[in-house]
Each structure stands twice: as C-alpha cells, then as structure tokens.
C-alpha cells in the first residue's frame, strides 16, 4: 500500500517520535506508568484520525528524539506534480477498531474506577486497623489498670481478713476470758451458795438457842414462880406454926392450970415447947436455906446460860451482819461480772458483725471486679474475633489488589508490546514512503 505524506506521532512515558507526509494520519496514544499501590492508573487515547490534504508541498522529512541525526532532502530543481498522488488514499481501515478501542477504554476506566474504589477502601481499612491498634493499645493500658485496681483490692481483701483474722484472734481471747470470768462467776456463786448455806445453818442454829432461852426463860420463870409458892407456902406454914404454937401456949396454959391443980404429974412443958419450937425453926431455916441456896444456883446457872446465850448470840448477829455485808458486796460483783458479760458479749457479736459485714463486701466487690474482668475478656475476644475479620478482609482484598495489579501490569506490558509495534511498523512505512518520494522525484 502506498501512502502520500502523513504524520505519526507516538508518545509513550515521556518520548515522542513524529513524521510528516502528504495526507496527514495521526496516531496519538498516552500512557502513564503505574505507580503502585496507591497510585493512579489512567490511560487515555486521542482516537484516530485522518486528514487529507490536497495541495502540493514536496520533501519528507523524519524527526525523533531517539534518532541520532536529521535526515533533509536535495534541494528540488524542477517541481513535478504526480496527479496520483492527489488522488484520494483508499486507506482500508477496519471499523471495529473504534469499537475495541472505545470498549478497551471503558474497561480500563471501570477498572480504573473498581481500582481506585478498592484503594479507598484499603485506606478506610487501614484507617480503621489505627483505630483498632490505637483500642487495642487502649484496653491494654487499660486492662493494666484495672489489674493494678485488681491488686489494690487484692490487698484491701488481704488487710480486711488480716483485720477478720485479728477479730478472730480477739474473740478467742475475749472467750477465754470469758470462761475465766464465767468460772469466777461460777466459783462466787459456789461461795454464796456456800455463804447461804452457812447463813441458814446459822439461822438454824439462832432458832434453836432461841429455843433454849425461850425454854429457859420459861424454866425461869417457872422457877421464881416455884419459889414464890414455896415463899407463900413457907409463909403460910410459919403462920400454921404460930398458930399451932398459940394454941399450944393456950393449951400449955391451961394444962398448966391444971396440973397447978392438979400436982399428981411433974411436965416441963416450956421446955418441950421449946425444943419443938427449935426443931420446926431448925427444919424451916434448913428447908429456906436449901431453897435459897438451890434458887440461887439454878439463878447463877440461869444467868450463866443467859450471858453465854447472849454472847453466842451477838456473835451469830455479828456473823450474820458480816454474811449480809459479804453476800451484798458478792452481788455487787456478780452484777459487775454480768454487766462486763454483757458488754463483751456486745463487742463479741458487733465485730462478728463488722467481720461478715467486710466479708460480704469483699466477697461483692470481687464479685463486681470477677464479672467486669468477664465482661473485658468478653469485649476483648469481640474485638478480636473483628480484628481477625478485618484481617481477612484486608488479606482478602490484598489478594484481590494483587491480582487486579497482575492484570495491570499484563495491561501495561500489552500496551507497551502495542506500542512497540505500532512505533515500529509505523517507522517502517514512514522509511517506505520517504524512498518512494525520493525515487518519483528523481523520476521526474
């Protein structure tokens, strides 16, 4: 095929060939490299294009930024119009080159747009990995806290059971002391029991020498009553021996007279009355000193027993009064000793109070801390298992971008092999038509 003058130019990552022909043909394609990732990727066509000149210029020449030299024509010494040359070219271009072309193009900027989308999700995936290092980094820091809030309660929960253990240790002195107080209690209360025992023997006892000196004052009694009626009776037979005795002087008289009468009988009858009278003075001063004597021993006896009943009973007072005194301030004690009890009772079961109070509250509060640890771990094996989804999604995508810069780069080395082709026979039909040219002119 023959071709007038025409023009091609090719541009290809910053080198431009060109030539100039009758009829003008241009060939324009641009292509920039590929970058990378996160580059770019844009191709772009300026079509093709014919145009036919009419007119006459002669000459050819080539011009490249690869070539060496500039190839120039002799100077023309007759000018000589080829008719043939004015003729239209018949330049059978095929017309679904247009439509691969158009359709490659499209390709490229769907692909071109799926790349930069994919780009732009790989940056939010990125973006959002920073943000998921920057939690992670986070709930490290602070789940390091929380192990150190974790300790301090650790430690608080050791003071607290050493504070329990403390408690505890207390409790068992306050019981033992307890027991001891108990068994003085216990040896007290044996000691009023033993006191109560001895006041009642002792009120006993006072009953019964109160008994005896009731019985003797009754004998007493029943003794100055004998003696008043022996009194009575001495009184009474020293009157009957008066009497008596008159009536024997009466009767003494009158014998008298009689024997003065009568002198037949010689009685002295004076001293028979008197020897009488001795013998019954004799008999009553005996029988009253007998009973004067006898009243007056059974009376020092009396009083003896008396004083002696007097002093054991001042002396039984005087214990009982000393018992009373011993078994008051033995109460005061004992409700002392209860009211002490009492309070380390109080004591006892406010600190096992306290103790199983703190021992809730710990328990509460480690139970509190157990279930927000679960709930970290929980958050923590959430974010995990999203970290590891978006792990496979940026492999995934990787992969995909990976591929899709495969295809890219067979794109580019296609282009470029178009390219070299293009540049190539397109040099060859310059080189063609400039001999041509050549041979007509010289022709001519």
């Known amino acids: 095929m023959m071709y007038g ?14 030539a100039t022909a009758g009829p003008s043909t241009s060939y324009s394609i641009k292509r920039s490299s590929f970058g990378g990732l996160g580059a770019g990727y844009n191709s772009s066509s300026s079509g093709y294009g014919m145009t036919m000149m009419g007119g006459g210029g002669s000459g050819f020449s080539l011009g490249s930024s690869q070539a060496g030299g500039t190839l120039m024509a002799p100077p023309i010494t007759a000018v000589t119009v080829n008719q043939s040359l004015l003729a239209p070219l018949n330049l059978e271009i095929d017309p679904t080159i247009q439509a691969v072309r158009n359709q490659e193009k499209e390709q490229i900027k769907s692909l071109n747009n799926r790349f930069a989308s994919f780009i732009d999700k790989v940056r939010f995936l990125e973006q959002q990995n920073k943000m998921l290092e920057t939690k992670w980094s986070l709930l490290q820091d602070q789940t390091t806290t ?36 108990q068994g003085l209690v216990e040896d007290f209360k044996r000691k009023y029991e033993d006191e109560i025992n001895k006041r009642a023997a002792a009120e006993n006892e006072f009953v019964l020498l109160k008994k005896d000196v009731d019985a003797a004052y009754m004998n007493k009694v029943e003794l100055e009553a004998k003696a008043d009626a022996l009194q009575d009776e001495i009184n009474f037979l020293r009157a009957v021996y008066e009497a008596e005795l008159r009536e024997l002087q009466g009767q ?27 013998q019954y003075e004799d008999i009553a001063n005996r029988s009253k000193a007998e009973a004067e004597t006898w009243y007056k021993q059974k009376y020092e006896e009396m009083q003896s027993s008396a004083g002696q009943y007097g002093d054991d009973l001042r002396t039984t007072k005087a214990e009982i009064a000393e018992l009373n005194r011993m078994i008051a301030r033995l109460q005061n004690e004992i409700e002392a000793v209860k009211g002490q009890r009492a309070n380390l009772e109080a004591q006892i079961a406010e600190a096992e109070e306290r103790g199983e109070l703190a021992v809730k509250d710990a328990k509460l509060r480690i139970k509190d801390l157990e279930d927000a640890l679960q709930r970290a771990k929980q958050d923590m094996a959430r974010q995990v298992r999203e970290y590891q989804e978006l792990m496979n999604v940026k492999l995934a995508l990787d992969i995909e971008i990976a591929t899709y810069r495969k295809l890219l780069e067979g794109e580019e080395t296609r282009w470029d092999k178009l390219e070299y082709f293009m540049l190539f026979h397109g040099c060859r039909i310059c080189f063609n038509s400039e001999l041509s040219t050549n041979s007509t002119l010289f022709h001519y």
């Open 252 to 278: 003494i008289k009158d014998t008298s007279v009689i024997v003065e009468m009568d002198n037949s009988r010689n009685l002295d009858m004076d001293s028979i009355v008197a020897e009488v009278r001795a």
């Open 146 to 181: 929380r192990s150190n809030i974790e300790g301090m309660f650790e430690a608080y929960i050791a003071n607290l059971r050493r504070q329990l253990d403390g408690l505890g240790n207390e409790k068992v002195k306050l019981e033992g002391e307890l027991k001891n107080m």
């Open 5 to 18: 003058r025409k023009a091609l130019s090719v541009t290809s990552g910053g080198s431009t060939r060109r």
